[in-house]
């Protein structure tokens, strides 16, 4: 039987194989094409044939004695532990390995084991080493052969990256892909395929993507040819570039923060870059919402100041004494810091008319009945009527029913008007002292008229009859309507 080398180099495998053929016998000679053509070599125990085809291999191969001297190695060998071939002949077996890497060649059809092979001035190399029985002449020797398993390692790691890279862009919730030198796109996360709605593997980024800038001071970046900005974002890093996706229903009316960074190789040379577009959508209407509300409080704040300007003054202006002045405007603060704190509660929305009255009327708990419906308040008058009512309830405690043993009555309607739904609410007070007729108005009544007027845009009627106050508001309520899980206050007193 024979063995034929029809290629330049024998490969690991068939090396292996071909050298237990020849320890059991099954090869007498091989055929080795060079570059004087096809000879044959015969294998009947010579040394020089078994050179020939040792140095023949792709792997590294070597020849040692029984106590791990070597007797030869090929060129291959050499290469792979960069060392001259006169500096391995004689050399120790062991003292090319690091430490237990013993191998044991006395096996009939040889053993492996994975060593790591020391090499001149550089780091050790991973190898598989097998090792078998070999008869040189009449001597028994170990036949070695040495695979780097560096190539096989690093195709393993590559997979591995790979594997890893891929479940990354499947767990991220922003569209990513990767672009390669050119622009094209070699990877994307799910979330960039669910973006566009197909996978975008192998076109130029620009194809794919449709951009346009959602901030005028970015259009300029956009509007360059696609050719140019697929190269920009395949080398050149930017971040915060505000976008929006072209034709996609999916991406409609959504923002999107354009960012680019380069993508390197181990030897530190950019390869491309990682592109990602990131949902900013829910952040812009949150800062939007922001403005709106900063100009909001704003423009209230400015309210408030004004109303307590004109309350502080007015209430000077009708003082008898700094006392006097203390009382009634500490008394106006409170009733505005009360509606304020119903506002913030509801968070400025619509506020239930019983809930607001039940707050104003607390301190009279057992005195003041309230009828009327469930309610519901815009915001905008809940400031206005408790300052109304505030006078009310002041003027009440301190010459009418509640400085006594009477009481008042509190009841609204909802009523249908020309200018869409009203309020219209009574004030009545019952038991107390008799009112004396007014010889002049005061700020109270002044306050009363002017805030239902001008705030609340609706009318005030004041009748001071000798049995008691009677007051009646009128003012717009507009989108208000019946709030719908209060329930009816009706005949019953507060408390």
């Not at 009945?369 to 308040?377: A, I, K, R, S």
């Not at 002049?440 to 805030?451: S, Y």
């Not at 009128?474 to 009816?488: R, S």
Request: net charge negative; with cysteine; aromatic share 6%.
């Amino acid at each position: 039987m024979s063995a034929s080398d029809n290629d330049t180099s024998i490969s690991s495998f068939e090396a292996e194989e071909t050298v237990r053929a020849i320890y059991q016998g099954a090869v007498d000679a091989v055929v080795v094409h060079g570059r004087n053509g096809p000879q044959i070599v015969t294998l009947s125990g010579a040394d020089e044939p078994y050179r020939v085809l040792v140095d023949r291999m792709s792997d590294g191969a070597l020849t040692m004695s029984g106590d791990g001297t070597l007797l030869y190695v090929n060129s291959r060998f050499a290469e792979m532990v960069s060392r001259p071939l006169d500096q391995l002949i004689g050399a120790s077996f062991t003292s090319l390995f690091e430490a237990g890497c013993a191998v044991d060649g006395s096996q009939a059809g040889g053993s492996r084991r994975e060593c790591q092979l020391l090499r001149a001035g550089q780091a050790a190399l991973p190898v598989s080493v097998w090792a078998g029985p070999i008869a040189l002449g009449d001597q028994p020797a170990t036949l070695v052969t040495v695979t780097d398993l560096s190539v096989h390692r690093r195709a393993e790691q590559i997979a591995a990256a790979e594997r890893f890279a891929r479940s990354i862009l499947e767990q991220a919730t922003e569209a990513i892909v990767v672009l390669d030198r050119s622009g094209s796109i070699t990877h994307a996360s799910d979330a960039a395929e669910h973006l566009l709605g197909a996978s975008p593997i192998g076109q130029r980024f620009t194809a794919a993507f449709k951009l346009e800038a959602s901030d005028p001071d970015h259009a300029g970046l956009l509007d360059r040819s696609s050719t140019s900005l697929d190269s920009m974002l395949a080398t050149k890093p930017f971040h915060g570039i505000e976008v929006r996706l072209r034709g996609r229903d999916v991406a409609a009316g959504r923002t999107f923060l354009l960012s680019a960074g380069p993508l390197f190789d181990e030897a530190k040379t950019a390869v491309g870059s990682i592109v990602t577009l990131t949902d900013i959508t829910a952040r812009k209407r949150a800062e939007e919402q922001q403005t709106m509300l900063v100009a909001e409080l704003n423009h209230r704040v400015k309210n408030i100041l004004a109303i307590v300007q004109s309350v502080a003054a007015q209430t000077l202006r009708n003082a008898g004494s700094l006392d006097t002045f203390n009382e009634r405007f500490a008394g106006r603060l409170r009733a505005l810091a009360l509606a304020h704190d119903i506002l913030t509660k509801t968070r400025w929305g619509g506020v239930e008319l019983t809930q607001l009255l039940t707050e104003i009327a607390a301190p009279y708990r057992e005195r003041v009945e309230l009828q009327g419906p469930p309610l519901l308040l815009p915001s905008q008058a809940v400031v206005p009527l408790s300052m109304v009512l505030h006078e009310l309830m002041t003027n009440a405690a301190k010459y009418g029913a509640l400085s006594a043993a009477g009481k008042v009555l509190l009841g609204w309607e909802r009523v249908e008007g020309e200018a869409g739904a009203m309020v219209r609410m009574l004030w009545q007070e019952s038991g107390g002292p008799t009112v004396a007729p007014r010889k002049k108005t005061g700020f109270g009544t002044m306050l009363i008229e002017r805030v239902v007027s001008y705030d609340l845009d609706g009318r005030a009627t004041l009748d001071f009859a000798p049995e008691g106050l009677t007051c009646t508001l009128q003012f717009g309520i507009g989108a208000g309507k019946m709030a719908p899980d209060a329930p009816p206050v009706s005949d019953r007193a507060l408390g």
